[in-house]
């Protein structure tokens, strides 16, 4: 067995491999524009029902095909639990958490972030066909988690 | 220098008041294995839409339950284990006694830290899951118990340390014997790791929950335990690691491939397991995309030696298997022992590795990541990681270190073979259930039987979960029958007088640049300096702390 000669092979086939995952994914974020959330900027989780957007929590338009929603994830709803958009719109998701921490993930899409009690959760998606999405809290929150959903529905 | 991988290929004896030490210390870890396997049955059928919480008398919620699942599976088995079986392996390959003293301290600590963190998790005062999110609050008492497990492990690394001390002042200009060397490194990674979770628990969890800090940094601390939680996995894994790479080739008749590559490959993941964290944190808000994608390259790096494991290991079975008569292209895989269930369960354990590893590179891969973040996917990857490729190896493992502590030999071997079989089936089939349906959306973490909403393609998902899950959880009460067996009805002084250690085809080099691979300080060095790199920026541009969260007890 030339242990060594294969040794060589596999390990440079294996870095090569992991070159070409990665450009893949400089590809995804750079030209394809997927992009994970950020800084989006510190809340007082104490006082959402006096700091804007999240006031008032929902969805408002903010240019054409363009569209904001200002959703608060608490135990154990969303709020609102109900989001409608017309298909084909780029929506703007801001989240935030007054209590403990959340998930935020719209089944079927690739909007997925966790609220953290003080930071403001944002993501961008562009829903191209009618239909409807499970919004899920997919992090433990306590007693009643797995009663916490929401619906998406795109028109 | 020989080709042996210790100091003394001859023998070895620890004497009985140490070995007992170690065997109590390594019985916590199995004990946790069976306790917590038990409520991973009600996990697995509630995917599948069944809920058998009524079974449990005493039990609150799914959530204390789970909670229990995993402080005892992913932290008490693999500590308890790692902290008697690293001492041991060191204290052979040196051939010398460990530090009494602190052989009793690593054991009382983990003891007394595993009792009173079981203490407030039985009474429904710790349900908080076993990454203890804040500003989820847990009784003070629970997170003591959890800093004495943590305090436990740097006890029996100081004494693996000071033994290598000890040796190095006697046999200088010597190289390392090999088992030794990975021991040692295996838990100095650790300790570089487990400074986040230090931090978290001793600067804010334990002062939060006793009231002395009104409020806590959510953010802070989780990636606090994310700095530890992705070296923790690799704290897990080591040991199996080491098993696979220094004693199997003995086992099943082969030869460690290469003595120099053995060592490389541990000093990567030295400097490589912790800089990596915010891979678990690719959805996080407050942390910049910047230093995720830094992390997301750190990841794919530390990928680099466990595909070089991934050579080596399976290099020295072939040697193995043609060794022992084995033709053609995969036929010396008939010829691996697997008669041995301690062959057969770490065969199988590296069998699931392979596609635990895949699925860990799709979670590491940045953008990716949204689509499987929190699903049930998480959980199908990680159980065919520390779920069977540290867990089977830890049973595999068990199958001599139990006959070698007690001198009794191994109780129903064909028992044995048939609980790893029926493990390694199990856990392939639950994790098929958890990664199809978490591509699905089906979250993790959610009592799923009780859920207020669902998708139709859940339903095929969750019930392969609930057969694979199953399936583990027989294996697994199997694997307790026959530890039970052993140490009970092994028959005395039928135990194996020494450890499987192996022998490499070459003896260690003696001059050139293979010297600098036994200095461990050096090492310890640079991966302190990048952990530096990989995480000042996010605290400079962060720090201090944002302290917004009262406590929240809604358990």
Same mark, same amino acid.
């Given at each position: ?33 997927i992009h994970l959330p950020g800084r989006a900027g510190?809340i007082?989780p104490?006082?959402l029902?006096?700091?804007?957007p999240f006031?008032?929590p929902g969805v ?7 569209y904001e929603a200002v959703v608060i994830g608490r135990v154990w709803m969303f709020e609102p639990s109900e989001i409608r958009v017309?298909?084909?719109?780029e929506v703007t998701f801001v989240v935030t958490t007054p209590d403990v921490i959340h998930g935020f993930e719209i089944e079927g899409t690739r909007i997925n972030m966790m609220l953290i009690p003080g930071q403001i959760s944002k993501n961008s998606y562009?829903f191209?066909?009618?239909?409807e999405h499970l919004l899920i809290c997919h992090e433990y929150c306590g007693?009643n988690h797995h009663t916490m959903f929401g619906k998406v529905i795109v028109? | ?132 999110y804040?500003p989820l ?81 959510p953010l802070?601390?989780r ?57 678990h944190q690719y959805t996080d808000p407050g942390i910049?995309t910047?230093?995720k ?26 040697? =193995? /298997?043609?060794?022992? !008569?084995?033709? &053609?292209? +995969?036929?010396? #895989?008939?010829? %691996? ?30 953008t990716?990541n949204q689509v499987v973040h929190n699903t049930a996917w998480v ?59 978490g591509?699905?959306g089906m979250p993790r973490r959610t009592?799923?039987?009780?859920a207020t909403y669902?998708r139709?393609?859940?339903?095929? =998902? /969750?019930?392969?979960? !609930?057969?694979? &899950?199953? +399936?583990?959880? #027989?294996?697994? %009460? ?78």
């Amino acid at each position: 067995m030339r242990v060594h000669t294969f040794e060589k092979a596999f390990l440079w086939l294996g870095a090569v491999m992991l070159v070409a995952f990665g450009g893949a994914l400089i590809f995804a974020s750079v030209a394809m524009g997927i992009h994970l959330p950020g800084r989006a900027g510190l809340i007082d989780p104490q006082q959402l029902a006096s700091t804007p957007p999240f006031d008032q929590p929902g969805v408002r338009q903010t240019g054409p095909n363009q569209y904001e929603a200002v959703v608060i994830g608490r135990v154990w709803m969303f709020e609102p639990s109900e989001i409608r958009v017309p298909a084909g719109s780029e929506v703007t998701f801001v989240v935030t958490t007054p209590d403990v921490i959340h998930g935020f993930e719209i089944e079927g899409t690739r909007i997925n972030m966790m609220l953290i009690p003080g930071q403001i959760s944002k993501n961008s998606y562009t829903f191209t066909r009618p239909g409807e999405h499970l919004l899920i809290c997919h992090e433990y929150c306590g007693l009643n988690h797995h009663t916490m959903f929401g619906k998406v529905i795109v028109e | 220098m020989s080709n042996a991988i210790v100091q003394d290929p001859t023998g070895f004896e620890l004497p009985e008041s140490q070995r007992r030490l170690i065997r109590w210390t390594v019985y916590i870890g199995y004990f946790a294995l069976v306790a917590g396997v038990v409520h991973g049955l009600a996990q697995a059928l509630s995917y599948a839409g069944i809920n058998i919480l009524q079974y449990f008398p005493g039990l609150h919620s799914y959530y204390q339950g789970l909670t229990i699942h995993g402080v005892a599976n992913a932290l008490v088995l693999t500590f308890a284990f790692s902290n008697g079986f690293l001492p041991l392996l060191t204290a052979r390959a040196l051939g010398r006694r460990l530090n009494a003293g602190l052989l009793h301290a690593t054991f009382w600590l983990l003891l007394v830290g595993v009792g009173l963190a079981l203490w407030k998790l039985t009474t429904n005062q710790a349900s908080v899951l076993y990454t203890a999110y804040a500003p989820l609050q847990a009784h003070w008492i629970y997170y003591l118990g959890l800093v004495l497990v943590v305090l436990s492990t740097y006890c029996a690394a100081a004494n693996m340390f000071v033994a290598l001390a000890g040796w190095r002042k006697e046999h200088r200009g010597e190289r390392i014997p090999l088992l030794a060397f990975i021991s040692v490194a295996s838990y100095a990674m650790w300790l570089i790791a487990s400074l986040g979770i230090a931090t978290s628990f001793i600067g804010f969890l334990l002062p939060w929950s006793l009231g002395i800090l009104e409020r806590t940094d959510p953010l802070l601390n989780r990636t606090l335990f994310w700095f530890t939680g992705h070296a923790i996995v690799y704290a897990w894994l080591l040991p199996a690691y080491i098993s696979w790479y220094a004693l199997i080739p003995r086992q099943t008749g082969g030869r460690i491939v290469s003595d120099s590559l053995t060592r490389v490959v541990f000093i990567l993941f030295l400097i490589l397991s912790v800089p990596t964290g915010f891979h678990h944190q690719y959805t996080d808000p407050g942390i910049t995309t910047t230093m995720k994608a830094m992390h997301a390259v750190l990841t794919f790096g530390v990928f680099y030696p466990s595909l070089a494991t991934a050579f080596s290991v399976v290099a020295a079975l072939e040697i =193995a /298997g043609r060794s022992n !008569g084995g033709k &053609g292209l +995969l036929g010396w #895989i008939r010829h %691996l022992h697997w008669s041995d269930p301690s062959v057969t369960a770490q065969l199988l354990a590296m069998f699931t590795f392979v596609f635990g590893g895949i699925t860990g590179l799709i979670n590491a891969s940045y953008t990716v990541n949204q689509v499987v973040h929190n699903t049930a996917w998480v959980p199908g990857h990680f159980h065919m990681t520390v779920g069977s490729a540290v867990a089977m190896t830890l049973m595999g493992v068990a199958y001599w270190l139990v006959p070698y502590l007690t001198g009794r030999g191994l109780w129903g071997r064909k028992l044995a073979l048939a609980q790893s079989w029926i493990y390694a089936v199990g856990v392939l089939v639950m994790a098929r259930g958890l990664i199809s349906g978490g591509l699905e959306g089906m979250p993790r973490r959610t009592f799923m039987a009780m859920a207020t909403y669902s998708r139709p393609g859940w339903k095929l =998902a /969750g019930a392969i979960t !609930g057969v694979g &899950g199953t +399936l583990m959880t #027989i294996g697994a %009460l199997l694997f307790f029958v026959v530890l039970l067996g052993t140490i009970f009805a092994g028959r005395k002084g039928e135990g194996p007088k020494d450890i499987p250690f192996g022998f490499t085809l070459r003896p260690p080099a003696t001059s050139g640049w293979e010297l600098r691979l036994d200095r461990l300080g050096l090492w310890v060095v640079v991966a302190i300096v990048l952990v530096v790199i990989a995480y000042a920026p996010f605290a400079i541009s962060y720090l201090p702390p944002h302290l917004v969260s009262r406590g929240f007890r809604l358990f």
